[in-house]
């Protein structure tokens, strides 16, 4: 089974609309963490944000912001007043602190921010 | 400057050539990942390692072979290459398995 589901495979938006990419996870462990990612056109991995189980607070960086809700295991990634540079693949990821070392990856969402 | 690097960047090959991608960093970091990269399928994990001489299978260990000697160096090794290993691969490295992992550039391989 999946254990990061990241279900929008490639979204448009015109610049300076805002969007939000959705990330849930599956885990059963209490303490676990969460990341976001951004891969642009050049490929490099650029990480964004760390969090973990315990810290359900949202977070704001600049334009970025994350909305992490337990309740429904998400854990999602708003870009508010978006910009061509925007444009990547941004992956979710999860890792498991109760049962293992493993790192888990969504399958990304491709963003396409069009002037 | 802190980095992983990996080399080659770029690298082709035929079927049943063993190849060995370095992989090195200089953040003294005890965790070190290897993933794989294929359209629609996002970054999978081969192989991790929390230490020295500390190996564990990921997600598609089959066909893969790492080896951790030494705490900056993970190569990943494929002792027979075969198409379906055609990929994008990175090195990642961290503290430990829950912090921020720091990725290499990547490398393209193709197996003809």
């Known amino acids: 089974a999946q254990k990061v589901t990241q279900a929008q495979t490639e979204i448009s938006v015109v610049e300076k609309e805002d969007v939000t990419l959705d990330c849930v996870y599956e885990t059963r462990d209490t303490t676990y963490y969460l990341f976001w990612y951004k891969q642009p056109p050049s490929g490099e991995l650029v990480f964004l944000i760390r969090r973990n189980s315990f810290d359900e607070q949202n977070e704001i960086s600049g334009r970025y912001s994350w909305n992490f809700q337990k309740s429904t295991s998400s854990f999602n990634f708003t870009i508010t007043a978006s910009q061509v540079v925007d444009s990547a693949v941004y992956f979710c990821a999860l890792s498991e602190a109760d049962t293992g070392n493993q790192f888990y990856f969504g399958t990304g969402t491709s963003l396409t921010v069009i002037p | 400057e802190a980095q992983v690097t990996q080399n080659p960047r770029y690298l082709i090959t035929v079927t049943g050539k063993k190849l060995t991608v370095t992989c090195s960093q200089n953040?003294?970091?005890?965790?070190m990942s290897w993933y794989r990269q294929d359209p629609g399928l996002g970054l999978r994990q081969i192989y991790y390692?929390?230490?020295?001489?500390?190996?564990d299978k990921g997600d598609v260990p089959e066909g893969y072979k790492v080896s951790r000697k030494e705490k900056r160096n993970f190569p990943l090794i494929l002792e027979s290459p075969s198409p379906n290993q055609t990929s994008l691969y990175f090195c990642?490295?961290?503290?430990?398995?829950?912090?921020?992992?720091?990725f290499g550039p990547g490398t393209r391989l193709t197996v003809l």
């Open positions: 990642a490295s961290s503290h430990g398995a829950w912090d921020t992992q720091y």
């Open positions: 390692s929390m230490n020295v001489e500390v190996t």
């Open positions: 953040m003294n970091h005890e965790y």
